[in-house]
């Protein structure tokens, strides 16, 4: 499905589909491996390609998020159910408006304010805290399947990672 989604988004040079679980909120997140994935770019090209959210909650028959942060400019979250976008929300950073003076508003409150924001308010939704979601891209267990492997061989990489899930987690596409 991971090939398939990036020959619908017209991408090339993908070598692997890295896949990262948290078990005790039951959260995978899956993230292309590849030169048009890294860094700020990145985080454009995902706000731009979602062939494999549409295609996995339509197999799956699940909500799927696909979120893109970009420290610098901003972040968005956009919710895919049936192979269709359901829902979203974007937050510009430079628009942003925060209450009273710049100065004025301390580090809890700013802390407070990005609780609200797409990617904390996705947090909240699996249970996780906005640091623990946007450090998902290094947390344990994960794995980088290749794309150029069998599906045997992603169904047996699979297993090791999330043993007995047989397709029962909630996923999340990300960048």
């Not at 993230?31 to 062939?51: D, I, L, N």
């Not at 269709?84 to 430079?94: A, D, I, L, P």
Request: glycine share 10%; no cysteine; net charge negative.
């Amino acid at each position: 499905m991971a090939r398939e989604a990036l020959a619908l988004d017209g991408a090339e040079g993908a070598t692997g589909l890295q896949v990262t679980v948290n078990r005790r909120r039951k959260v995978v997140r899956l993230a292309y491996v590849g030169p048009f994935t890294a860094g700020r770019q990145g985080a454009h090209w995902y706000a731009a390609h979602h062939a494999l959210p549409r295609l996995l909650s339509r197999a799956a028959n699940i909500t799927v998020h696909a979120y893109v942060y970009d420290p610098d400019e901003g972040e968005e979250v956009i919710a895919y159910g049936n192979g269709r976008r359901v829902g979203g929300e974007r937050v510009v950073y430079e628009d942003v408006e925060l209450p009273g003076r710049p100065e004025d508003v301390d580090e809890a409150a700013f802390t407070h304010m990005q609780e609200r924001w797409p990617v904390g308010h996705l947090a909240y939704v699996f249970g996780l805290a906005r640091k623990e979601l946007l450090r998902l891209p290094l947390a344990m267990p994960n794995i980088v399947m290749s794309l150029d492997g069998t599906e045997e061989d992603s169904a047996e990489a699979l297993e090791e990672l999330l043993p007995g899930a047989q397709g029962a987690l909630p996923v999340t596409h990300a960048r």
